[in-house]
């Protein structure tokens, strides 16, 4: 008999937990970059330089757009491991029936 650690269902919800993991993990690295952009920007206050500033607008345009489809990537692998999970609990619910 298989412990439960080697079932489907267990290895697709520690891949999930994994995916979490390293979603919640990029989001807190970008919340530290936002809190520092904006720290940043308020010590800047009046009199700056527009053209620098522009310059670094479309970096930062860019730099969402990227992450933008890097969260749209791990939004859809998230939601493949929840449907794969739904489908391994609903098989398990079929054979606990039998």
């Given at each position: 008999m298989a412990s439960n650690?080697?079932?489907p269902e267990y290895r697709a919800l520690a891949e999930l937990e994994r995916a979490i993991g390293h979603l919640t993990e990029e989001l807190a690295t970008w919340?530290?970059?936002?809190?520092r952009a904006e720290a940043h920007r308020a010590d800047l206050g009046g009199g700056h330089d527009v053209v620098g500033s522009r310059e670094r607008?479309?970096?930062l345009e860019g730099r969402n757009a990227e992450t933008t489809t890097r969260l749209a990537?791990?939004?859809e692998?998230?939601?493949?491991?929840?449907?794969?999970?739904?489908?391994?609990?609903?098989q398990l619910s079929v054979e606990e029936r039998r």
């Open positions: 650690a080697d079932s919340r530290r970059r936002a809190l607008i479309v970096e990537a791990a939004r692998r998230v939601e493949h491991l929840l449907g794969r999970l739904q489908f391994l609990e609903d």
